[in-house]
């Protein structure tokens, strides 16, 4: 079966530091998301792309977040600096969109589960 | 403002038993409502995905009601497993990809 591919699996570091999250869209997906999850919030959406362009991130705290796609098999999501409340479950997810806006649905990476000390 | 709310929060039942979720939601406009299972420590799983026109969906043991007058639906698992332990999330959509997540309810089932 076709899978969505993060790294790291598990990701612990010190408050301040950068924290770059990878992930491995599915072949032929055009669209690429990005998720936060919590037990207080749930999912969330922070950004996504469509053929590699950045279509909405408006989730996505600006001033430290920063997500990318510097080719069709790498979608990179970075905080810099990190915070204690940046710890989370990020979730990447890749899906193809028809024309006219047709979902045909979308698939999700296993996660990174982020520890900011 | 677009909510999407999900009873109950948590629900306990013995393996073999049948069981149904709900979804209640003020998303506006509606583009398409899905169901996903998503087991500890994994990413979630769709289970199905219904658009306005559709008011039933199956999925194996999974069957999703849409009632888009009156903005609910409801996935009903027939006959449990230990397997069907996990959170069910409820995502509907006001199109262009955007979506509205509910809280999820989190199903154990017992032996």
């Known amino acids: 079966d076709a899978r969505v591919t993060q790294t790291p699996r598990d990701k612990v570091t010190e408050m301040g530091q950068e924290v770059t999250m990878r992930c491995q869209p599915i072949?032929?997906?055009?669209?690429v998301f990005w998720y936060r999850q919590t037990m207080m919030q749930g999912l969330e959406l922070l950004a996504y792309f469509r053929n590699r362009a950045p279509l909405d991130d408006s989730g996505m705290p600006k001033d430290r977040f920063s997500a990318e796609m510097p080719d069709a098999t790498l979608a990179t999501l970075k905080i810099q600096p990190s915070e204690p409340r940046d710890s989370a479950v990020y979730f990447c997810?890749?899906?193809?969109?028809?024309?006219?806006?047709?979902?045909?649905?979308?698939?999700f990476g296993s996660g990174t589960r982020l520890t900011v000390v | 403002k677009n909510q999407v709310e999900q009873s109950p929060q948590s629900l306990i039942i013995l393996e073999g038993k049948n069981c149904t979720l709900q979804c209640n939601y003020t998303v506006s406009p509606f583009s398409n409502l899905r169901w996903y299972k998503q087991d500890t420590g994994r990413g979630p799983v769709s289970l199905t995905i219904?658009?306005?026109?559709?008011n039933t969906k199956s999925n194996g043991r999974y069957t999703a009601t849409l009632d888009a007058d009156t903005k609910q639906s409801s996935l009903h698992i027939t006959a449990s497993q230990l397997s069907d332990s996990a959170s069910y999330i409820c995502?509907?959509?006001?199109?262009?990809?955007?979506?509205?997540f509910g809280a999820g309810t989190r199903l154990f089932v017992k032996a």
């Open positions: 995502v509907v959509s006001p199109g262009g990809f955007k979506t509205i």
């Open positions: 997810a890749s899906g193809l969109a028809g024309t006219g806006g047709a979902d045909y649905g979308y698939t």
């Open positions: 219904m658009t306005f026109s559709e």
């Open positions: 072949l032929g997906h055009n669209t």
